[in-house]
């Protein structure tokens, strides 16, 4: 009886040595039977494997240069004007920053209502090429234009990549076909514009947004855009509103995301074009401020027109979205709710600028790609029409591209090829001096002569004092142009050699070209569309007088 207690503890010691024997012999054979590590792709963790040889943007390099060449074929397919902004707040502004022996800045830069750190991105390109010795007037015209180009075409790439890691590839890949085929997106998208550039940087920004399945979020990339959309165009910040409201809400680390993110990352960019602009306007200037006082707080913008509150709803909205407006209503209903934040930023963009009086198709530009997505979601889900959908959606806006884009508005860059060859190729270059006697900023300047040729144009700076009845110099001539002509040149030495008009002014100044000596030598159409003082062609008139050197009054 006292010895079963030592039997069985001598079982169980040799049970749990064998234990400890099958153990170790385990863990010898699992250590010799090791697999030499493979270098397949099929081994690598699937972070490693997101980047695929031939990839450019994080996607097919040859998505990526056909978007490219897409839209650098856009930017020479684009040879008519839409806005004076897109030469006076941009190029004309560049050229003065880099040849300031000659230009002109409209009085916006006068009363620091803007900023110099999107010109000083093409003053950049100027100051390149006129170091290489370079700086030829269609480099000068070109350049700008192509790197604005350049800098949509990776926008159009981030918001397919968005939309694939949303969904999917074919998602994606009707989207992307929207974007590309968008007639208003062709018609803006390579022109100097800030709105241009404030749509880049909002599509981009919504790439590393933190929208419900999206795969690269970065909230202090989508930040610094933002921020630096607002430094370019402070009105940048209407959309961002709601969907920055949205990550704030979503944030449970909410105190950290003010600290460590936004507040950072506003200082920095907010200093940043505080050096700039001090060292361009000489003192310190804060022209976000300025510019949301003049053009929201005072509305002073009215003075280039007002519209009445619904015209974004009736006829912008509609018309910059041309042909895609019903597949974006149908795309609304069928999108996902977590697509409602998109919605809700586009119609409050678009009820925040109905209360402005002054409004412009451009000024909606940058909520033109979140109506694409519910556009895409339309076509995605279309199965008996969707050829005749596709065909439809591509021949109306690209007829609608190619027009706008050369032929309407076309003759107030053609006419200043002709005033770069008045420069150029004339003999006498040095005694030529141009009028252009047509709405202010209709044309081009400097960085479009790139030649220190005496220039005039009829002056329209806005009412800054409060003075009722206020009348601009345009104004005044329009009003009576024949007797502010006489007034201007009563004496005949001061007059231009060339006159460059509107077609519809013609009749009424005629008595003054024939008693002046001016012969009309260049027509040049300009729009199937004239209205009020713009007319359907562009006359150039030069004055025919021998053995005359002629000064124009300035």
């Known amino acids: 009886i006292l010895s079963r207690p030592r039997r069985r503890c001598r079982m169980r010691q040799e049970g749990d040595d064998s234990r400890l024997f099958f153990r170790g012999f385990q863990n010898r054979s699992q250590e010799k039977m090791k697999l030499r590590k ?239 602009d001090r060292i361009f306007f000489g003192q310190w200037t804060l022209v976000q401020y300025n510019f949301l006082k003049f053009n929201v707080l005072q509305n002073l913008g009215t003075f280039y027109g007002s519209h009445p509150w619904h015209w974004y709803f009736s006829q912008g909205f509609p018309a910059v979205l041309g042909t895609h407006l019903p597949f974006f209503i149908h795309g609304c209903f069928l999108a996902p709710k977590r697509y409602r934040i998109l919605l809700v930023t586009v119609l409050w963009t678009l009820l925040v600028y109905s209360m402005l009086s002054h409004k412009e198709f451009r000024f909606i530009y940058p909520v033109l790609p979140f109506c694409m997505v519910f556009c895409g979601y339309s076509l995605n889900h279309l199965k008996t029409w969707k050829k005749p959908a596709l065909s439809f959606l591509f021949l109306s806006n690209m007829l609608l591209a190619l027009y706008t884009g050369l032929v309407h508005q076309r003759g107030t860059l053609d006419v200043m090829t002709h005033v770069q060859e008045l420069c150029y190729n004339k003999p006498n270059k040095s005694s030529a001096s141009v009028f252009i006697m047509m709405p202010c900023h209709s044309t081009p300047y400097y960085s479009h002569v790139h030649y220190p040729l005496p220039m005039r144009f009829l002056q329209c700076p806005p009412d800054l004092t409060g003075k009722s009845q206020y009348l601009d110099e345009a104004d005044i001539f329009y009003l009576n142009p024949l007797n502010w002509l006489d007034k201007e040149f009563h004496n005949d030495s001061t007059l231009p050699t060339h006159l460059i008009i509107f077609s519809i002014l013609e009749e009424e100044i005629s008595t003054f070209l024939i008693s002046s000596n001016y012969e009309r030598t260049a027509v040049f159409f300009h729009t199937h569309l004239p209205e009020g003082r713009t007319g359907s062609h562009i006359y150039v008139y030069e004055r025919k007088l021998k053995g005359t050197f002629n000064k124009m009054k300035f």
């Not at 970065?218 to 430094?231: E, P, T």
């Not at 449970?252 to 960019?269: A, C, N, R, Y």
């Open 38 to 276: 493979r270098k397949s792709t099929l081994y690598l963790s699937p972070r490693k494997s997101t980047l695929r040889h031939g990839d450019l943007l994080g996607e097919n390099i040859y998505l990526v240069l056909f978007t490219i060449a897409l839209r650098i074929c856009n930017c020479f397919l684009v040879q008519t004007s839409f806005v004076p902004d897109e030469y006076w707040q941009s190029l004309e502004v560049a050229h003065h920053m880099v040849f300031n022996n000659y230009g002109y800045l409209t009085w916006e830069w006068t009363e620091r209502l803007r900023g110099y750190t999107y010109p000083l991105i093409f003053a950049s390109i100027y100051k390149v090429l006129h170091l290489l010795g370079k700086d030829s007037v269609q480099l000068l015209i070109w350049i700008p234009r192509l790197a604005q180009a350049l800098l949509s075409a990776i926008a159009d790439i981030r918001l397919y990549s968005l939309m694939k890691q949303l969904e999917n590839q074919q998602m994606a890949k009707w989207v992307f076909f929207c974007q590309l085929c968008s007639w208003f997106t062709w018609y803006c998208c390579t022109r100097t514009l800030t709105n241009t550039m404030e749509t880049v940087l909002t599509i981009i920004a919504l790439f590393y947004y933190p929208l419900e399945g999206s795969k690269s979020v970065n909230s202090v990339k989508y930040s610094s855009l933002v921020a630096l959309a607002f430094i370019i165009r402070p009105t940048a910040i209407i959309p961002w509103i709601p969907l920055v409201f949205r990550h704030f809400w979503q944030e449970q680390k909410k105190l950290d995301l003010i600290l460590h993110q936004f507040l950072p990352i506003g200082f920095v960019t907010l200093s940043l074009s505080l050096i700039v």
